[in-house]
């Protein structure tokens, strides 16, 4: 028999796996058959697979390695974290396609005959924006099972891409998505999608039981580099995957909107239920700068999709009209999940995108997020309200007028042809004086102390998360600047960083200081690649392409780089035995040191990094440490009968334990 509408847990388990992406919900075909779920590791019988990232001419590539066991595979991701030719390294991630339930439904024999049952494309306004756009011109990458191209509602307008999973074409869950999104309107079949002239790119990234992250990984790339306008994904699960992730911003930084489902599996566990409940964070939804989608209409949110602070926005997620492939018979049915939300958002996304092709990413998020009808009856954590397309459209295609304050700016920028685009909201008054503008590029901001500055695209998404003006970074004090290798905004409380191998990435304080004062990013320490990172005793680390630099309040900041911190990560970082460091890496005479709270690490081309400490190193030291006749240090301490000796270019130092008293022998 039929289905109900509403989801539930284990219908079809997750079908599709790791993208990074929130899992969906869908509603099985009547008298389907519900497949197994897929593990959540990607430890099998087989070993355990590591990803491993690396850029080729900027470009993102994933390639998948099998090691024996969890512990060989922490080995390597160790190994690989110190090689510079790789950019990240971790342990597979598996996601799934959010399961769905789907009910049959009758064919009639009219013009789109199903277009009254998708109550769905009424709910978000899409007819209202057709005299405007039909998104003809506009490519959306549908990261899934695969397409049927030849289903009646999208033949003709479907481009089968690359196939990045192992196994035999699903094609349901994928097809689905795409009738959604692009399904032709007034064909004599089914209904039509919410963006019905958009041409659609299938990119097969799941198996049946699963989707890799590594798929999931170089689909989103290669969409990218295809000039994808929006991406898919319908899939996700509660991993992170830092290749996803790097994929993500890759994506971000080539143009692409990433929209994706926020996942299924937001009702409460029952007694004894661990998984697929209890409103998990799911990825990739979750990620920074991917526009994460959860269900709910104008009837009430959905309890059973997952919600909370990473939400954008939600779209309706029951009772959607798809149309099934071929091996269902090219028949249509009613779907639910957050699959079929994420679609409806993606299908905007191309709508606002055909009007104006060169929106940024941040504009995009912003138009949608801020055009979306609040719902008083909605519960928090279900971003900021039902997608609404017609407006979106409507806001990007009627500029505002460009406040006052902003005015000089936006004309020394070049107007509506530069990057800033046109105006698509009001401007809106703010703290201290303040006002923001939205355009079609990013953001305008003006306050009596900074003056008129303007932002954009990853930049503006971690400005966003930093609370924009009210947060720690308060108001820009520059523009965005483009600098070899990325781009830099400066703010009252810090600075933001952008490049694409290292997204965006917020730098203050001390660190920022130092950074500065070795040259910013053309220094040796290059691009920050994280952000600061809590340590023990207050203290603070922050990674960069060419090293780390350390902040504590006994030790101050200092910088590492090389083959000293190569030595200094072998032996625990600050955890270890030498503790924080005391200086940063210093030049010498045919090599470096550093100092550390317990001991330094000398380096030179014939000696390599070598740990010297206590009364060895105050013995070395009152021979003239490297400048003396012994030299570098050439080996570390070592225990021999009665003390402990290091061996140095020059000679040796023997400490003898029942005196601490020094002997140095010269070679």
């Known amino acids: 028999g039929s289905s109900p509408v509403t989801p539930s847990p284990r219908t079809l388990g ?6 990074g992406a929130a899992p969906l919900v869908v509603v099985l075909l009547a008298g389907g058959a519900a497949a197994a779920p897929a593990p959540s590791s990607a430890s099998t019988g087989d070993g355990v697979v590591v990803d491993v990232l690396r850029y080729r001419a900027g470009t993102p590539h994933v390639q998948s390695v099998t090691v024996p066991d969890g512990a060989s595979a922490r080995r390597l991701v160790d190994r690989l974290d110190d090689d510079p030719g790789v950019a990240v390294a971790s342990v597979e991630t598996t996601y799934q396609l959010t399961g769905y339930r789907l009910t049959a439904v009758a064919r009639p024999a009219a013009v789109d005959p199903l277009i009254g049952r998708a109550t769905h494309l009424a709910a978000v306004r899409a007819p209202a924006a057709w005299p405007t756009t039909t998104g003809a011109g506009t490519l959306v990458a549908v990261l899934d099972s695969g397409v049927d191209p030849n289903q009646p509602d999208l033949a003709g307008r479907v481009t089968v891409g690359a196939n990045f999973a192992e196994g035999g074409d699903i094609g349901e869950h994928g097809t689905m998505v795409a009738t959604v999104v692009a399904g032709a309107r007034d064909n004599g079949v089914g209904a039509a999608g919410v963006a019905p002239g958009a041409s659609v790119l299938a990119v097969r990234v799941c198996a049946p039981d699963g989707c890799p992250s590594s798929a999931i990984a170089n689909g989103i790339t290669y969409a990218a580099d295809r000039g994808a306008a929006v991406i898919n994904l319908s899939l996700g699960g509660p991993d992170a995957s830092p290749v996803v992730q790097r994929a993500v911003e890759y994506a971000i930084g080539r143009g692409s909107v990433v929209v994706a489902s926020a996942g299924n599996y937001g009702s409460p566990c029952a007694p004894g239920q661990r998984d697929e409940c209890g409103n998990p964070v799911e990825y990739p939804a979750a990620y920074p700068g991917v526009v994460s989608v959860s269900s709910g209409d104008a009837a009430g949110a959905q309890a059973w999709a997952e919600h909370g602070d990473t939400v954008d926005l939600s779209a309706p997620g029951s009772a959607v009209v798809v149309g099934l492939p071929a091996a269902q018979g090219h028949r249509y049915a009613l779907a639910a999940g957050t699959s079929f939300s994420a679609p409806m958002v993606s299908a905007a996304a191309a709508l606002v995108r055909s009007v104006a092709p060169t929106t940024p990413v941040a504009a995009v998020e912003s138009l949608l997020r ?21 407006a979106a459209v409507a806001a990007v295609r009627s500029p505002e007028p460009v406040a006052a304050p902003l005015s000089t700016l936006y004309s020394s920028l070049g107007g509506p042809s530069s990057w800033l685009g046109r105006p698509v909201s009001a401007p809106i008054g703010l703290r201290d004086g303040g006002v923001v503008q939205r355009f079609s590029g990013g953001l305008a901001y003006s306050s009596p102390a900074t003056g008129a500055t303007a932002i954009r695209g990853a930049i503006a998404d971690r400005y966003a998360r930093a609370g924009w003006e009210n947060g720690f970074l308060g108001y820009p004090t520059t523009s965005d600047t483009a600098i070899p290798g990325g781009a830099f905004v400066h703010f009252q409380g810090g600075s933001v960083y952008w490049s694409p191998t290292t997204g965006a990435q917020v730098v203050r304080g001390p660190v920022r200081d130092t950074w500065a004062a070795l040259g910013w990013e053309r220094s040796w320490l290059g691009f920050p690649s994280s952000e600061e990172i809590g340590t023990r005793g207050g203290g603070a680390v922050q990674r960069f392409t060419g090293g780390l630099v350390y902040r504590t309040p006994a030790t101050g900041t200092r910088a590492l780089r090389g083959a000293i911190l190569d030595r200094y990560a072998r032996t625990g970082w600050e955890n270890g035995f030498l503790g924080y460091p005391a200086t940063s890496e210093t030049p010498l005479a045919g090599g470096a040191f550093a100092v550390f709270e317990g001991g330094s690490v000398y380096w030179s081309p014939a000696t390599g990094p070598q740990v010297v400490r206590g ?13 003396g006749r012994l030299g570098y240090p050439r080996e570390e301490e070592r225990g021999v009968p009665g003390g402990l000796r290091q061996e ?20």
């Open 14 to 19: 997750r079908l599709l796996a790791a993208t």
């Open 370 to 390: 801020s055009t979306a009808r609040p719902q008083s009856s909605w519960p928090a954590g279900y971003g900021t309200g039902l997608l609404d397309v017609a």
């Open 615 to 627: 009364a060895l190193r105050d013995a070395w030291a009152a021979t003239g440490w490297e400048r």
């Open 648 to 667: 140095f270019a020059g000679g040796s130092i023997t400490v003898v334990a029942a005196t601490g008293r020094a002997v140095v022998t010269y070679r």
